[in-house]
């Protein structure tokens, strides 16, 4: 992430202290240059030359000695998770030490985790999903986990081999890494019980090519801000509910409700909302966000979805992203799917840009596959016998890579920069 990115975290929370890797010391120091009273602490590594005030004369410089008693209440603040802000400014989720607790029973629960199982971690730790998802619900049923720095498609694959690796994360920035590594169709993936996606759109191509492989991967949903999953498909069903979000987990009760907090019916979209144990306690220090968000105890997640008559839930679009042509609402996602279908194009997305004649229209970015091409016409020519004509795209631009967060995923705020 940016300097000028970390200073916005930094200047919402107000930390006591920054703790960071020599290599990372320059770039602390600059995040720290309007925080004069954050101090700043860098750790020592093999790899560095230790800082001027090492962790041990740090620590013993405090003037107070603190013991822990044994109790921590339920509703104690135990993290402060920042939103990934794709379509705005990111907001801090306050995780308390109930929803870390209900969040690791639940996963540990639908995941069917035991000591026996290998967990694989290569998100980052400062993420729910690396943290909250795979490593500390595999340490709380007593697995084992093994945490990679970076992500690295050769090594990853080289690894779930080794360590006989029966669970990892497969975001969709992670499944085009591994497809796109020599080794993939090769790999020694027969340890695998599933792998599991989300926190984006994720293509229909994925799961078949994981299928292929003899691995179910699965959805689930959630959010930064109710810990996942809170919906699942059940490894049985990937093949039959293609796209589709899954079912409610444990811990969390999940409804679909009209602009007035009314339940809608079957096949009629709707926006989920959430409420139990797994969900964060406010936003931190931002009335606003929390008036907006909760409703008499349930969490508006902002999701746009409907459920089939199995009720198993499909997303429909991000309400914020949802394109209003003339009195039309457009989903992005819809325009996503067909574009997503064609082999020649690597990547989508779609925004809203005003338009004089209908208030909004739909824009389509493009990232061809390598070695392929398409061009506008033919483009615009998918949308003519799948969508209506007033959901088709007003222009396509085509370009060679996404502005993204630091988890991969498209950031749509920043892409509505783009000229």
Not at 49 to 62: M, R, T, V
Not at 354 to 374: K, L, S, T
Not at 394 to 404: G, K, L, Q
């Amino acid at each position: 992430m940016t300097i000028e990115q970390h200073k916005v975290f930094i200047a919402d929370c107000e930390p006591k202290l920054l703790i960071a890797e020599p290599e990372f010391g320059q770039h602390a120091e600059s995040c720290l240059s309007d925080s004069p009273d954050t101090k700043l602490l860098l750790l020592k590594s093999e790899n560095a030359s230790a800082p001027e005030s090492s962790e041990a004369e740090f620590l013993q410089s405090g003037t107070a000695e603190r013991k822990w008693n044994g109790d921590i209440p339920d509703q104690t603040p135990v993290m402060l998770a920042y939103t990934s802000g794709t379509t705005g400014t990111p907001k801090g989720a306050v995780h308390t030490n109930e929803s870390y607790a209900a969040a690791a029973a639940n996963a540990s629960l639908t995941f069917e985790i035991d000591r026996h199982t290998e967990t694989l971690t290569f998100a980052p730790l400062f993420h729910i999903g690396g943290l909250a998802i795979e490593t500390l619900p595999s340490l709380y049923s007593g697995a084992s986990v093994t945490i990679h720095r970076e992500l690295d498609s050769g090594l990853i694959l080289s690894d779930i081999s080794k360590y006989k690796i029966s669970r990892i994360g497969a975001l969709p920035p992670v499944s085009r890494a591994l497809f796109n590594d020599p080794g993939w169709e090769t790999a020694d993936l027969s340890s695998l019980n599933a792998a599991y996606t989300g926190s984006t759109r994720v293509p229909i191509e994925h799961i078949d090519r994981w299928l292929e492989r003899g691995v179910p991967l699965v959805q689930i949903y959630g959010m930064t801000e109710a810990i996942p999953p809170i919906l699942i498909v059940p490894t049985d069903r990937v093949e039959s509910t293609k796209g589709s979000l899954g079912i409610p987990a444990p811990y969390c009760e999940v409804r679909l409700v009209d602009d007035q907090m009314n339940d809608v019916n079957r096949g009629e979209t709707g926006e989920i909302v959430l409420r139990g144990p797994l969900i964060i306690k406010e936003y931190w220090n931002n009335p606003k966000a929390n008036a907006d968000a909760f409703v008499d105890g349930w969490l508006r997640t902002g999701d746009a979805a409907h459920q089939d008559d199995d009720g198993f839930f499909y997303m429909d679009d991000r309400i914020k992203e949802i394109i209003i042509v003339g009195s039309s609402n457009v989903y992005p996602a819809d325009l996503e799917r067909v574009l997503d279908s064609v082999d020649v194009i690597a990547e989508c997305a779609v925004i809203a840009r005003d338009d004089d004649e209908f208030g909004e229209a739909p824009i389509v970015f493009i990232v061809r596959r390598a070695g392929h091409d398409i061009n506008e016409s033919e483009v615009m020519a998918l949308f003519e016998q799948s969508l209506a004509t007033y959901q088709h795209p007003r222009e396509v631009h085509f370009i060679d890579d996404f502005p993204r967060t630091a988890l991969g995923k498209i950031n749509k705020s920043e892409l509505r920069t783009t000229k």
